[in-house]
């Protein structure tokens, strides 16, 4: 038996999160492993590599990949890249010239380093990390240990993998991808290569399915009995992954940071007869009912709370109902969870309707979940809410959060376009100090003021107001929503004036890569929620830049500031002209959600409805409801990493296999 096949569930223990006086030593350790000595060495050691150029640009294809070869000997033989490193980089540098036809530039080669070394690289918007995060992988892949790049979505997974495909072949290294319409057969063979491109959900539900699978001999010593013992009974083909090592993880922000709010489950649905009659019958109760007369609202949690006079109602109407409608706790907690699917889930923006079921919404990235179900039957609350047919609520196999998958790996690194403002919680959870390369070339994007509106409606009005005068002068322009909704609200506005626009949401994301890549051509309105196809460059047409470049316009600002630097990112990438602008109003889900009612009073609210700039005091009031959102998302996320540290002992699918 192979030492690989005994190890192929290997992984690293995580420990739990630090606390007390520890976390605050952690802290400073962290804030020393990002100090501007560690940049200087990268540039310091990028500056080496680029200086080989010209002796490895003299060898022919053979004798460069007679170098490539030996450097992967030793990776082999040592088990990792040291002494090597720099010539070992160098080599694949020019393999990937010939190869891709593409240069590295002295920032990628920092951000390969980085990665490399454990760190996450904050690479602007176009600085080319797919490059990037294969000269690392390659470097990875020579070692023989398993080896993942993991990025947000299938397409993006299916791209990567072909276009650098040539550089691996010609290196040495196999490559592999894993994504969600592959069968297990098809699976094993991605993971069996040397480098391996997937999604971060893929990984996961692959890792908890084969911990499902061995169950019984989840401990790599009673596997090698069971296999001594009896062979036949046993066989690795059970097995699609060959255990974690290193991950490389590209828009690290999203998977680490915003996709960690929710742990991964896997389940298996059940009918549950009571459960789907409950909810029919609490979703009629909660009509009956009126806001702040028989219920008040928490915006901030989602929650909300019975009055007196809600609660005597609920017990007037339900003391004819047989079983459970008569325990005033538990019909208060169903018809709860009805008021909560009425109030707070909203049709095109935490879900939306595809044949006739729901299909939730990622808030943070406008995407579809299709294979999701809200727990605890809420999920039946909102189809009751829609008149729809109920789905069987879910029961729990396996769960595990990004948090904890992610700390099992034996490497970690990473590269985004906006990491700093959560430096210190990457860090404390993952151990990865956020190192910032620099631009190759400066950025000149134009970041105009805020605009305060007096409502909702004065702000969509000089929104299609604007858009249509861009329009004209030829300038193309790509507006961020934070729903569905308002992005097929404005769609429908500007097709009512004749103005052609592509839209990109939950519901229209076909061929999402090629609408965004010609969103830069002259005149072109692109709508899109935070999807913005992540991952494809915006190149700017002929006579764009000389009109000013791409214009970004935010229909609102984000509860994070990384969502919104993320969606300016889209212009001014390479040195490109562009510029960005914000429309605000005191309306905005931010600020009715995060600022106190009092504080509410202090926002703009200009008598024009043609908008104006913010000053000190609103530009102040937009940071502290992001800082308090985001507090908020942080205690959610360690909520989510602490129950699995309370589980991991209770299940045996996260217990311990190393």
């Not at 040291?82 to 240069?103: F, M, N, T, W, Y």
């Not at 060959?242 to 828009?251: C, P």
């Not at 189809?383 to 029961?395: H, V």
């Not at 000149?444 to 858009?467: G, H, N, Y």
Request: glycine share 8%; proline share 5%.
């Amino acid at each position: 038996m192979q030492v690989s096949d005994y190890k192929r569930l290997s992984c690293r223990i995580p420990e739990a999160p630090l606390k007390g006086i520890d976390e605050v030593v952690n802290r400073w350790i962290g804030a020393c492993r990002r100090r501007a000595e560690i940049l200087q060495q990268l540039e310091r050691d990028a500056e080496t590599v680029c200086g080989l150029q010209k002796e490895l640009g003299n060898l022919d294809d053979h004798h460069l990949q007679q170098k490539l070869f030996h450097h992967r000997e030793q990776a082999r033989r040592n088990g990792h890249l040291k002494e090597d490193l720099i010539p070992s980089l160098a080599a694949v540098r020019e393999a990937a010239r010939r190869q891709l036809g593409l240069h590295a530039f002295p920032v990628q080669i920092m951000g390969a380093l980085a990665l490399h070394r454990g760190m996450l690289a904050e690479m602007a918007t176009g600085e080319g990390k797919t490059l990037t995060a294969a000269l690392a992988a390659v470097l990875c892949g020579w070692t023989q240990h398993p080896c993942h790049v993991v990025t947000v979505n299938d397409y993006l997974v299916t791209r990567d993998a072909m276009w650098v495909h040539p550089l691996f072949r010609f290196c040495g290294v196999r490559v592999g991808a894993v994504t969600a319409s592959m069968d297990s057969a098809q699976r094993r063979k991605g993971y069996e290569a040397d480098v391996t491109y997937t999604t971060s959900k893929e990984l996961l539900a692959d890792f908890l399915r084969d911990q499902i699978r061995v169950q019984p001999i989840a401990h790599p010593t009673r596997r090698l009995i069971r296999r001594m013992l009896s062979p036949q009974a046993f066989s690795k083909e059970m097995l699609v992954q060959r255990g974690l090592h290193t991950a490389i993880v590209d828009e690290a922000d999203s998977i680490l940071i915003d996709e960690a709010v929710t742990p991964l489950i896997i389940s298996s649905s059940r009918p549950n007869p009571s459960l789907t009659e409950a909810a029919s019958l609490a979703s009629e109760l909660a009509s009956e009912l009126d806001p702040e007369v028989d219920y008040t609202k928490n915006l901030r949690y989602r929650e909300v709370e019975f009055t007196e006079s809600g609660l005597a109602k609920l017990a007037e109407r339900c003391g004819r109902l047989p079983g459970l409608w008569r325990g005033p706790e538990r019909r208060s907690e169903i018809i709860r969870q009805a008021l909560v699917a009425r109030e707070f889930f909203i049709r095109g923006k935490q879900y939306i309707v595809e044949s006739e079921k729901i299909i939730i919404v990622d808030e943070f990235t406008g995407r579809p979940m299709p294979q999701r179900t809200w727990r605890e039957g809420l999920h039946q609350a909102i189809e009751a809410k829609e008149g729809l047919k109920f789905s069987d609520p879910s029961e729990t196999i396996a769960r595990m959060s990004f948090q904890r998958f992610f700390r099992c790996f034996r490497r970690l690194s990473g590269m985004t376009g906006t990491a700093a403002e959560a430096a210190n919680e990457l860090w404390q959870i993952y151990a990865l100090p956020v190192i910032r390369i620099p631009t190759h070339r400066p950025c000149i994007r134009v970041q105009q003021p805020d605009l305060w509106f007096p409502s909702r409606e004065s702000k969509t009005e000089a929104l299609i107001r604007d858009i249509e005068q861009l329009h004209k002068q030829g300038r193309p322009v790509l507006v961020g929503t934070r729903s569905v909704a308002y992005s097929e609200e404005l769609t429908t506005l500007l097709t009512g004036k004749r103005i052609p626009c592509q839209v990109l949401n939950a519901q229209r994301q076909q061929a999402e890569a090629e609408i965004v890549a010609l969103a830069g051509e002259p005149g072109k309105i692109t709508i899109a929620t935070n999807m913005a196809g992540r991952g494809t460059d915006i190149r700017l047409g002929e006579g764009v830049a000389g009109l000013g470049g791409l214009h970004v316009i935010a229909t609102e600002r984000h509860e994070s500031g990384r969502v919104d630097r993320q969606l300016f990112g889209r212009s001014g990438r390479q040195g490109d002209a562009g510029s960005a602008q914000v429309y605000l109003s005191a309306e905005d889900d931010l600020f009715t959600r995060h600022l106190p009612v009092s504080v509410q009073k202090l926002l703009p609210r200009p008598s024009s409805g043609s908008g104006m700039p913010g000053g000190i005091m609103a530009r102040g009031l937009v940071k502290a409801a992001q800082a308090k959102a985001q507090r908020m998302a942080w205690k959610q996320r360690l909520a989510v990493l602490r129950a699995d540290e309370w589980l991991k002992d209770s299940l045996s699918f996260t217990g311990n296999n190393g």
